[in-house]
């Protein structure tokens, strides 16, 4: 599967925005209600696990977890399909990952979809704002 590629497809099907970085690293804002948008990071690495490629989704929900009760965001990313909660450089992020060899296109744009929607979720709970 080629990650570039699918992202690439997904965007022009939902209409949202493609940039490609290079052939393991791409962006793609995805629209949401309200017009809102969130944009989610997409690009493959080896997994320090298993050594096999991975994808990796991503997107920005805070530029800091002071005030965030990270708790309470441990509890309910148990809830999500792909999806958890991850703290980085002081940033909360959502972030879903799988074996690239062995995701569908399917599962790929639904990963796109859930981090895009919960990242927008959860910065909107945190900041009141639409800032990623």
């Not at 805070?62 to 441990?74: F, K, M, P, R, W």
């Not at 399909?81 to 909360?92: A, H, M, N, P, R």
């Amino acid at each position: 599967m080629n990650l570039t590629s699918t992202i690439k497809n997904y965007a022009d099907q939902i209409g949202g925005t493609f940039t490609e970085y290079d052939e393991l690293k791409c962006i793609i804002v995805v629209p949401l209600k309200e017009s809102r948008f969130q944009t989610v990071l997409a690009y493959t690495e080896k997994s320090k696990v298993s050594g096999k490629t991975r994808a990796v989704l991503i997107s920005k929900v805070s530029d800091t977890i002071n005030g965030v009760d990270t708790h309470e965001l441990l509890k309910v990313h148990a809830n999500f399909d792909f999806s958890k909660f991850i703290v980085e450089d002081g940033q909360l992020k959502v972030v879903a990952t799988c074996l690239a060899d062995s995701a569908s296109e399917e599962e790929i744009k639904f990963m796109v979809q859930e981090v895009a929607q919960l990242a927008d979720q959860y910065e909107y709970k945190l900041t009141g704002k639409d800032i990623h």
